[in-house]
């Protein structure tokens, strides 16, 4: 099955500057990669994903690169601003409209100083 | 956008009793839905793929006679947690699938076993 690894479980970065967080997949079938934004004790919120015909995916100050060949996806988070403060997922799919399951990287607990 | 609903948010029990999660789409029809278990400071792991109209498909290691699963209509799936014990003690989230690859997720529902 799918392994999704993430890496830092933890970040901090002052306000302003840019964060990345970095996931490797194993699953060479996977084809969408969805990153989740969630709040403690709430339900995880979609802010950015990507198909893997499509290298790099940009939302404002979010933005997503894949690297389908080595297996590696990224998300950038510029000008950070506390309201950011959250637990970040990386996940991949092997997509399919949907029906297929999401499996969730480990998770990267970011915090924006003010 | 779709919206999916759980019930109850939360549920406290005592050890050995069964406890029932819903998870309903409000707005739009699900064949399939996920349901996900989180511990504290974890990330979210597949339990189960919820089918309407066949049985459940579980992730290997989850007991499918200690979580139920009925996908009883094309909005309705129910988690029945049977005999609960603390180790269940999680917070469960279903998700349904929702035009090409996005999901989207329940509130969840906090359980905690006594």
């Known amino acids: 099955g799918e392994n999704v690894e993430q890496h830092p479980s933890t970040l901090s970065v002052q306000e302003g500057d840019s964060a990345v967080i970095k996931c490797t997949y194993s699953d060479s079938a996977s084809n969408y990669f969805p990153w989740y934004k969630q709040e403690l004790g709430k339900r995880p919120q979609l802010i950015i994903d990507i198909r893997s015909n499509v290298g790099e995916k940009k939302d404002q100050r979010i933005a997503v690169t894949l690297n389908k060949t080595a297996k590696h996806f990224s998300l950038h988070i510029t000008e950070t601003q506390p309201e950011d403060s959250a637990v970040y997922f990386c996940a991949a799919s092997r997509g399919g409209g949907g029906y297929q399951k999401v499996t969730f990287g480990t998770g990267t607990k970011l915090q924006v100083i003010p | 956008g779709a919206v999916v609903s759980q019930h109850p948010s939360w549920v406290i029990c005592k050890s050995g009793t069964s406890v029932k999660i819903e998870c309903r789409s409000l707005d739009f029809q699900a064949t399939t839905m996920f349901w996900y278990r989180q511990f504290p400071k974890q990330s979210l792991m597949l339990m189960a793929t919820s089918n309407e109209g066949s049985k459940a498909t579980y992730e290997q290691g989850v007991e499918k006679d200690k979580f139920l699963i009925n996908h009883a209509s094309l909005t309705l799936s129910t988690l029945t947690v049977t005999s609960a014990h603390p180790e269940d003690s999680s917070f469960y989230i279903c998700?349904?699938?929702?035009?090409?690859?996005?999901?989207?997720f329940g509130p969840g529902t906090r359980l905690t076993v006594l």
């Open positions: 998700s349904a699938p929702w035009q090409e690859d996005e999901q989207f």
